[in-house]
């Protein structure tokens, strides 16, 4: 079984900075891709970021490009999501997502995660 688990989350003002990260552990896996959604009160959860094993390929949604990166550390089994420049509009509880199937797309999609963390709450006052 694995287990993820997310910190980082708070509550910032708009133009403020955090980073999210992400711990897996539970078993021993390679060549996973780990991606982070985000689900603001009662919408849909929705795809923010996802980034391959190798940490070359990443993949973000529309509007977080240019002010959020993810990166990973394999040898931590962790993932991160550096938010900068935030909104009010970025305001959602954040999970992260391992997948463990290979995918030749943005791994933009959950049903192709396997594992999913207990989410982490950020909110960006104006």
């Known amino acids: 079984q694995v287990r993820l688990v997310e910190s980082g989350g708070g509550f910032v003002q708009a133009g403020d900075s955090l980073r999210l990260s992400c711990a897996a552990s539970?078993?021993?896996?390679?060549?996973?891709?780990m991606g982070w959604f985000r689900q603001a009160p009662g919408k849909e959860r929705d795809f923010v970021a996802a980034?391959?094993?190798?940490?070359?390929?990443?993949y973000y949604t529309d509007s977080v490009k240019g002010r959020f990166t993810i990166s990973r550390d394999n040898v931590k089994n962790t993932v991160y999501l550096q938010m900068n420049s935030l909104k009010p509009e970025d305001t959602a509880v954040y999970y992260c997502a391992v997948s463990l199937k290979y995918y030749s797309g943005s791994y933009s999609q959950r049903r192709q995660y396997d594992y999913w963390g207990q989410g982490t709450q950020v909110t960006v006052s104006s």
């Open positions: 980034i391959r094993w190798s940490g070359r390929s990443t």
């Open positions: 539970g078993r021993t896996f390679t060549n996973y891709a």
